[in-house]
Structures are given as structure tokens and as C-alpha cells.
């Protein structure tokens, strides 16, 4: 399944002022975001766990390694079990996008405009976690 690629928003009506990579920055945060939180599939938690560390240490940016190590497209793949039920629940329903541009998107010409820094990341994990948290609760 899967559930965005950024080659969906750089087309169209994308701002011409930017990069395709800004259509990437949304996905890469909730991705590197649901990694960090234990959320992330096999290729994070079984092949590749160096991709863990490499996000811990912080040595490239969201939206960057999310195009790097998922070519841009966002599966069940990248989640666990667990992680694919929160991410039907909150990013599928649209609520996640909703989230993102209330918390970083404010006063930008437009969502794309977020940019793809640990310091956008730092700003909306609170509110992701917030989520998380109230799934979880709601679940049981």
C-alpha cells in the first residue's frame, strides 16, 4: 500500500519558486518521525538499523533521507504493524497534513515552503507524539 509519493505533489500546482524535494519534506518528516518512535518496518529495525543511528545523529534531513532510502514513496513497508495502524488512522485520514501546516506551515506562501530542517522537525514532533499518545489511548 501506498500511502504518498512525492512525485504526487511536485506536479501541477506545485510553487514554481521551489525544488521538487520540497514535495518530499511533509512525508520525510512523518517518516523519520514514526522511525524514531519505534513505529518503522524491517528495513529499520532489522536490515538496515544503522538507519536509526543515522537519523539519531542527525546528519541529514528529513525530507532528504526520506528521498534518499525510500525513493520518495511512502509503503506499509517503511512501518511496522503497529506503525501501519497509526498511519491509516491519522496520516491517510488527512489529519496528519492538517497537523503539519497548522504547526509549521503559518505564514508560509504555502505548505511546500516548511523547511526540510531538524528544527521544522523538532517543532512538529511534539505534536505527533501528542497523536501518537491519544491513538494509543483511544485503542485500548
Do not use: I
Not at 37 to 64: D, H, N, Q, S, Y
Not at 88 to 95: I, K
Not at 103 to 126: I, K, M, N, Q
Amino acid at each position: 500500500m501506498k500511502y504518498d509519493d512525492a512525485s504526487w505533489h511536485y506536479g501541477g500546482n506545485f510553487p514554481s519558486d521551489l525544488p521538487d524535494s520540497a514535495g518530499a519534506t511533509h512525508t520525510g518528516m512523518f517518516l523519520v518521525w514514526a522511525v524514531l518512535a519505534g513505529l518503522g518496518g524491517e528495513l529499520f529495525t532489522v536490515k538496515e538499523p544503522e538507519l536509526v543511528r543515522e537519523l539519531r545523529g542527525r546528519t541529514t534531513t528529513p525530507g532528504a533521507f526520506f528521498l534518499r532510502v525510500c525513493d520518495g514513496k511512502l509503503t506499509n513497508e517503511d512501518f511496522s504493524d503497529r506503525g501501519n495502524e497509526f498511519a491509516v488512522a491519522y496520516y491517510e485520514d488527512g489529519q496528519f497534513l492538517a497537523d503539519y501546516e497548522a504547526t509549521l506551515g503559518s505564514g508560509l506562501a504555502t505548505p511546500y515552503h516548511v523547511p526540510d530542517t531538524w528544527e521544522s522537525f523538532d517543532a512538529l514532533r511534539p505534536r505527533l507524539d501528542q497523536r501518537l499518545a491519544r491513538w494509543a489511548g483511544a485503542e485500548g
